[in-house]
């Protein structure tokens, strides 16, 4: 629907209290009810406790004790341990308990089954998300990790790479028996302006199918690319194609692909601690990474939230936290984003994740209020 603004409007007359006639140019045909608007701009919240890991064993209810390691390693990492969630925990435990409202019988959304979702949003959670599936680890000793790369990014003079920036030649497939078909070539820029090498990233321009492509390719074959001011030369190497995000064997996410941009995104995230060394300090936060056009992870960091200082006496004891956590959805690298729920601490802990209430606060801009 366009923008509306309610500025604009024509106030009804007396009598058709409920249909406002819109004068916006690109509405003036059409008629807009007070309801619809309302509907429009308002709020909408969803829960799920479908964390991986919940015991079967025990109805998906975390026993005393018992909950996700957070290491030494972790600890020596600095690592935020991201919280993956399993649609087959969402199907056991997401369930209403109420008859009254009925529940909707709309499954696969969450608890609420989708009755108090914002406008236009399908779902808040993705419980089928397979971050490894969409971006493959590299696979030593098969095809998997395969890439081409231009060996000669000077001949490049069309289109002109932002400088400095060095082309690249990405093979989607690569066969190592000479039997391989559909193969096809996706050309990139690596911007190489990040403060470190771990913020280079890829940008997809365009994909240029290989000619011949039954010969297959192995490591050190040449290929020759056409239409970018010349010929480019470009090699088969066997490298790791991503770098690491910290989604690494995640499932699931927060789905934020149906929000519109000036929505506010809420986090309340329930989880017990069970410190195993006194004076710990534990940090929630959303584990958050921007993608930009292809799926093209640009950078992945932490919203943190307050940290929560556990100290003597506090060792193999529970502690119940309800921490609250906020971000924009601003641009289309928001709404395109991943995110879970993650803890770091500096200390071995055991985590016990329990819920997720996701809100959404709709801001008037989007609908030009």
Known sequence: MANIKISEMVAAEAGQSDIIPAVTPALENTKVTAQSVAKMGA????H???????????????????????TQEDVDAGRYKVLSLDPAVHAAVDNPYWSDPVPTGNTGIGLFQGAYLPHDVTKLFDYNYDYDAEYP???PGTTEGYKVTSTEPSVITTPTPRLPSQFHADMTQVSTTGVGTGIELRVTFQETTGPAATNQYFVPTFVRNVEDPG???VVGDFIELEGLGGFVTATVQFIDPFI?????????RIYLNDLKYGDKLNVRF???IIPQIANTTVEAALWYANRGVEEVITYTFPLTAQPTFYGEGTVGNSYLNRTPISAWIASSE???????PAIKADNPIIIQPLGLLVSIDRGTNYYNI
């Open 334 to 340: 928001d709404t395109n984003a991943l995110t879970l």
């Open 215 to 217: 010969s297959g390719y």
């Open 48 to 70: 799920t406790g479908a964390f991986a890991g919940k015991p079967t064993s025990n109805n998906y209810v975390w026993e005393p004790g018992i909950g996700i390691n957070y």
């Open 244 to 252: 690491a995000t910290g989604f690494e064997g995640s499932t699931g």
């Open 43 to 46: 709020n909408g919240i969803s």
């Open 270 to 272: 329930d989880f017990n």
């Open 137 to 139: 680890p590299l696979v």
